[in-house]
């Protein structure tokens, strides 16, 4: 039933109640005229008898209206229907939620809660373009249903990048950090070295930082026997004759020449 349509005759008008009931008075051959907002005017035919209950449909100027996806008739017209989309922004990985995260479309902005929640106001087809730091940008897909929770999530521009160590990544680089104030630390296997020939004695160490002078991470090898000469280590060439075994095998006299030499008979038993 429809409430508040108004009926004119030639003698008087009226509004139908909330029941849809109405009643006037006309004159013989009289016509009524029925109008009401978003309804088509609807002219009797003339009355030449008085008949209670008299009904009549009204048709909605929308009737005939085909509107596109997205719109709704209104007073004959198309106008663009108002959606609210909601859900979480998730970390893409460990599916977190993010707060924080900057939803933009058109010129409205919003930003998730803590619990990574949002919801903002859009119309049919909308692209939604989010944002956060450290994260790839995300432009969704043209929003076309609107049941439901819309969640998204978001990439990590560091996912994938396998930085050195004492290299952390950020914005998708890699860079240098203090290798102690890593979470955890960034540990360093540390060889002392003090001459610098490449070759270490004693215990590695494993350290976050040098543990002194002398300590390097690159060596060749352990075993140096004397670590204040560079000229000292495993495989070092040997200088013959100079009491000095330095390719650290103990033997002085390694891959060194026989001497031979003869005594004359009146040197025997002399000092």
């Known amino acids: 039933v429809l409430s508040g349509v108004t009926l004119s005759s030639s003698l008087n008008s009226t509004v139908t109640d909330a029941q849809g009931y109405y009643a006037i008075e006309l004159v013989y051959g009289d016509v009524l005229t029925l109008s009401k907002a978003d309804y088509l005017d609807l002219v009797s035919e003339p009355f030449f008898e008085s008949l209670p209950n008299f009904d009549f449909l009204l048709t909605s100027v929308c009737s005939f209206v085909n509107c596109p996806p997205g719109t709704a008739c209104e007073q004959g017209g198309c106008f663009p229907i108002v959606y609210v989309v909601s859900g979480v922004v998730r970390d893409n990985e460990t599916l977190e939620p993010l707060s924080g995260v900057t939803i933009s479309y058109e010129s409205t902005t919003v930003q998730t809660d803590s619990q990574g929640f ?17 994260y790839q940008t995300l432009v969704s897909n043209p929003l076309i249903e609107f049941s439901g929770s819309t969640d998204f999530y978001l990439t990590s521009m560091c996912l994938g990048v396998v930085c050195p160590p004492g290299f952390a990544c950020n914005m998708g680089g890699c ?18 070295d003090t001459d610098g020939d490449e070759y270490y004695t004693g215990d590695p160490i494993s350290s976050c930082e040098s543990p002194g002078d002398g300590y390097t991470t690159t060596v060749l090898g352990s075993g140096d026997c004397n670590d204040n000469d ?17 390719d650290c095998n103990t033997d002085i006299y390694d891959g060194c020449a026989i001497v031979l030499s003869r005594l004359r008979n009146d040197n025997c038993g002399a000092t």
């Open 118 to 134: 949002y919801s903002i106001t859009v119309l049919y087809g909308a692209q939604l373009t989010l944002t956060y730091a450290t």
């Open 175 to 192: 860079y240098e950090i203090d290798p102690c104030s890593a979470e955890p630390p960034v540990l360093f296997t540390w060889y002392l």
């Open 230 to 246: 560079a000229s000292i280590y495993p495989g070092a060439p040997v200088i013959c004759y100079d009491n000095i075994s330095q």
